[in-house]
C-alpha cells in the first residue's frame, strides 16, 4: 500500500517559481511510476509529467522547458520544480504512482492548490 501526501502550493505571480513535494509512505513506492496530475476548474484532469523507477521523464508540451520532476528513492520523495509559471498553469496539482507494469495510477494524494496571478 502507498500513501502520498503533497505539500508546497501557494500564490505566486506570473514568471514566478514553485516546488512542489510529493512524501510516500511505503516500501514499493521507490519501484513506481510517480507522476503530477493538474486539474483546473471545469477542465479535466491531465498529467503534466512523469518519472519511473529508473528517473526517465516524460512532460506534457505545455510544461516543457518549465517545470522538472525528480525523485529521492532513498527519502519516498518526488518533487516538481515549476519555473516561468503562467496563469493557465492555475490548477489542483496531484501526485500519483502506479506499479510499472500498470497503466492506470492507482495511488493519490489529496492535492494542492496552485494559482498563478497575472
Known amino acids: 500500500q502507498v500513501q502520498l501526501a503533497e505539500s508546497g502550493g501557494g500564490l505566486v505571480q506570473a514568471g514566478g517559481s514553485l516546488r512542489l513535494s510529493c512524501e510516500a509512505s511505503?516500501?514499493?513506492?521507490?519501484?513506481?511510476?510517480s507522476g503530477w496530475f493538474r486539474q483546473a476548474p471545469g477542465k479535466d484532469r491531465e498529467l503534466v509529467t512523469a518519472?519511473?523507477?529508473?528517473?526517465?521523464?516524460s512532460y506534457a508540451d505545455s510544461v516543457k522547458g518549465r517545470f522538472t520532476i525528480s525523485r529521492d528513492n532513498a527519502r519516498n520523495t518526488v518533487h516538481l520544480q515549476m519555473n516561468s509559471l503562467k496563469p493557465e498553469d492555475t490548477a489542483v496539482y496531484y501526485c500519483?504512482?502506479?506499479?510499472?507494469?500498470?497503466?492506470?495510477?492507482?495511488?493519490w494524494g489529496q492535492g494542492t492548490q496552485v494559482t498563478v496571478s497575472s
Open positions: 500519483a504512482a502506479r506499479p510499472p507494469d500498470v497503466t492506470q495510477y492507482g495511488y
Open positions: 511505503g516500501r514499493t513506492f521507490s519501484s513506481y511510476v
Open positions: 518519472i519511473s523507477r529508473g528517473g526517465i521523464t
